[in-house]
């Protein structure tokens, strides 16, 4: 008796765990080192279990780029037991992700199946699942109609601008403001209403999906190893991925409850409506298909616009020349009572766009995209890439390449411009939102969220960083997407 209690005493809960964990882990590299295929693609040196992963940095865009110096454009690295390759250049992108097709396929990492669950995944999901809900995506936002969109926009940035104004140009953390703004278009465009911003059920969610958001990267080890979101060092991320999921159920259930298919409010509306006319009768199975598209456009979509449009807030705090240049661009038109559509917000401020698209190349709020996997052979740059390998393109190393981009560290809109100033010129290696069939579905929605927020907020306001603060660095929080690092601002009215 007294033997078992010193064995109980000394094996506690979490050292048995980890012990667990150390057995799987070697069980699952015994096992997948007998079953993949040995890659030649250069990389550095791989460690026993954990591969290269202990090896890679927070903001894994940047290791990657410091490895391609060294191994070649094409890098072959392993996180846990699975092989993975970083495309480094735009040639090699394009050549995986748009020619002959592409690599279409997306993996599904651990952390997020276990969460979620990829049926009905718009960014997770393949084959024709997968085609089928991006086209019926698609088609809503097609249908949703510009000026109703333009008109939801110009209502949410006016409500943002009176919060900013509260502040009576007394510092503040104005990313939560504007990720209650950007979160209000995608709620009304997948529920049919928005929040009050002092409404703190609205806050609590808008907080739980920022830590959601921040808790995790693109190449954290879960996602290889997916066992571990059912142990302690995941509790956290699992908590807020089921306030996320019940949030989203009961909004779905409302619907439900609410349908009626002569008014079709949002897009939990069509899905429904969708149903009915395949004559399925709404079940739990639409329900889970349902909460993992909206998840997909909810969150997803608020956390990168968010990001986008906090990034921009930040670089006009740093740039004041480029801040006072949109400030002037945008009193000269709305003086003539021009920007009555979205597309007018497109035709008649190329010096904003120029300056959002500098943003995004500059800030990379999705470095590495979402990965692919290889389903079929495919060889690049004459590197035969493993099956079942998962394949990122490194979009920060092309947004910084100065094969493209000259001077590609400085912070230059005017390098969108045409020689006169009056037309926005892109370049093919200004790719933010992907490459090919698997592009961001939502980009025309963020965009135009961009440059209608960014526009209003920033005529009314002139913004810079208090003076007792430190200068905020541009160097970002690397989570499910590229955040900048906490900082304050002082939204002086003009």
């Not at 010193?6 to 979490?14: C, H």
């Not at 395949?278 to 298909?289: A, F, G, H, M, W």
């Not at 809109?413 to 009056?422: T, Y």
Request: aromatic share 10%; net charge positive; with cysteine.
């Amino acid at each position: 008796m007294e033997t078992i209690v010193l064995i109980g005493s000394w094996f506690s809960p979490g050292l048995l765990v980890v012990i667990l964990i150390a057995a799987c882990v070697c069980l699952l590299h015994v096992n997948a080192s007998r079953g993949s295929t040995t890659t030649h693609i250069p990389g550095p040196k791989r460690w026993p279990i954990f591969g290269n992963a202990l090896s890679i940095d927070r903001n894994a865009h940047v290791t990657f780029t410091k490895w391609a110096k060294t191994y070649g454009s094409v890098i072959g690295v392993k996180l846990g037991p699975m092989n993975v390759v970083v495309l480094n250049d735009l040639q090699s992108i394009e050549s995986a992700f748009t020619k002959g097709g592409g690599i279409l396929n997306r993996p599904a990492p651990g952390l997020l199946k276990a969460a979620f669950s990829n049926d009905g995944s718009l960014l997770w999901e393949n084959g024709e699942k997968w085609k089928e809900t991006r086209k019926f995506v698609l088609r809503f936002l097609h249908d949703f109609k510009q000026q109703k969109l333009i008109k939801l926009l110009n209502f949410e940035s006016g409500k943002l601008c009176d919060l900013i104004r509260q502040h009576n140009g007394a510092a503040m953390d104005v990313c939560q403001p504007i990720s209650m703004a950007v979160s209000n278009v995608l709620c009304a465009l997948c529920f049919g209403h928005r929040f009050e911003y002092d409404d703190d059920n609205f806050r609590s969610l808008l907080s739980n999906l920022q830590a959601l958001g921040k808790s995790v990267s693109g190449t954290t080890i879960g996602h290889f190893l997916p066992f571990l979101y059912y142990t302690p060092f995941y509790s956290n991320f699992r908590n807020l991925a089921t306030s996320l999921s019940d949030f989203i159920d009961g909004e779905i259930s409302q619907h439900i409850e609410s349908y009626d298919p002569i008014n079709v409010r949002d897009l939990i509306d069509a899905f429904l409506t969708d149903e009915v006319e395949l004559d399925r009768v709404p079940n739990k199975r639409t329900e889970t298909r349902v909460r993992r598209a909206i998840i997909d456009m909810f969150a997803s979509g608020t956390d990168t616009t968010s990001a986008a449009l906090e990034w921009s807030i930040l670089y006009m705090t740093q740039y004041t020349e480029q801040q006072t240049a949109i400030q002037k661009e945008v009193d000269n038109v709305t003086r003539q009572h021009q920007l009555l559509t979205l597309q007018s917000y497109y035709e008649k401020l190329p010096y904003t766009r120029a300056t959002i698209m500098e943003v995004l190349r500059n800030a990379n709020v999705s470095p590495l995209g979402l990965p692919r996997k290889v389903s079929k052979p495919i060889s690049i740059q004459g590197h035969l890439f493993p099956h079942n390998s998962w394949v990122f393109a490194n979009l920060w190393a092309v947004h910084h390449d100065d094969q493209y981009w000259k001077d590609p560290t400085k912070f230059k809109p005017e390098r969108f411009l045409s020689v006169d100033k009056e037309t926005v010129i892109s370049s093919k290696a200004f790719i933010p939102f992907g490459l090919g069939k698997r592009c961001c579905v939502g980009e025309k929605i963020a965009m135009s969220t961009i440059i209608v927020i960014l526009s209003k907020i920033v005529q009314e306001f002139n913004f810079k960083i208090p003076e007792e603060d430190q200068k905020p660095s541009l160097v970002g929080i690397n989570g499910l997407t590229l955040s900048p690092a906490p900082f304050r601002v002082c939204a002086v009215p003009r």
